[in-house]
């Protein structure tokens, strides 16, 4: 004789949220643990350094309180390298998201051939920076490379790493040229979930592309210019890579970042408290602005994308 084990009404629910919990522990704690490891405790330790005095020679490590923070906000170096961190934000994450938004939809228009072209603008994206950085920095290179030799005997300027003018767009020049492909794999993602049948509609009632574009294909792609944008700007004002291998900061600290502020403070000149504030600033200037996109178009745009 078969018995059958009844289990009570309230232990049921009690056992599957108990495995529900279970479950989610495991799925989510490899991800817990990462950001705890990789952004949670640099954070801290960015703070806990940034009020020490600590000399990696000697070990000697003595409480500093507000005094760093003191003496890099009064230095001329900070300020210099977050106007030269903006202005480059300013010319590379319009170049970028405009760019590969005309990428992405000239390859969606193309039909055949997509993967290739997708391909194509997305491999600077796949390659080490800093090697690239050593190419273009040939490219820039006086009196002999590509751009004196062509459009700078138009405009008459024969060394654009040299000028205090010209060198941080150049160095602009090759962010924008290596986060393109980023923006276009983000926009051509955002492309393939527009609504077919709104955009058949438009056809029908005779709609020209730039009404198609705007009417349909912009608003529903609100969430991947929000993630675009996000990113981009993000990684433009951690630029470090090209600036250290193409300009080391200069001329006259003209393309000094802060990135690389930070790294010349705490690894050349081992200034690990100065470095730490420097990275603190960095960390508030990129949270700021992020927060002020999504608060002024992110909303926006997602409930535009998920209509």
């Given at each position: ?28 704690g490899p991800a817990f ?123 008459g300027q024969d060394s654009?790493l040299g000028s205090t ?143």
């Open positions: 004789m078969t018995t059958t084990t009844v289990v009570p009404p309230d232990e049921r629910p009690r056992r599957l949220r108990l495995r529900e919990a279970r479950v989610t522990a495991a799925l989510l643990a990462f950001l705890i490891a990789f952004v949670v405790l640099p954070v801290l330790a960015v703070g806990v350094l940034a009020l020490l005095n600590f000399d990696p020679l000697s070990q000697e490590t003595s409480f500093a309180g507000l005094d760093n923070w003191r003496r890099v906000l009064a230095g001329r170096e900070l300020w210099q390298a977050t106007g030269n961190t903006l202005l480059y934000t300013a010319l590379t994450v319009p170049v970028e998201v405009v760019g590969g938004l005309l990428i992405a939809l000239t390859i969606r228009a193309a039909g055949r051939g997509a993967g290739l072209w997708r391909t194509a603008y997305f491999a600077p994206t796949a390659a080490t920076l800093a090697a690239m950085s050593v190419v273009w920095r040939w490219l820039f290179y006086p009196h002999a490379g590509v751009f004196d030799e062509t459009l700078g005997r138009l405009v654009w003018t010209l060198a941080l767009p150049a160095v602009a020049i090759v962010g924008s040229w290596a986060g393109i492909g980023s923006c276009v794999v983000m926009f051509l993602a955002g492309l393939s979930n527009v609504p077919a049948h709104l955009e058949d509609a438009a056809r029908i009632d005779r709609a020209g592309a730039w009404q198609r574009f705007w009417s349909v294909i912009w608003p529903a792609i609100g969430p991947a210019t929000t993630f675009a944008l996000v990113i981009t700007t993000r990684d433009s004002l951690r630029v470090y890579d090209q600036v250290r291998v193409m300009t080391e900061g200069g001329p006259q600290q003209s393309t000094s970042t802060l990135s690389f502020l930070a790294w010349q403070r705490g690894v050349s000149y081992l200034d690990i408290g100065g470095g730490s504030v420097i990275n603190a600033v960095l960390l508030v200037l990129v949270l700021i602005t992020v927060a002020v996109q999504l608060r002024l178009g992110g909303r926006r745009w997602d409930k535009d994308g998920s209509r």
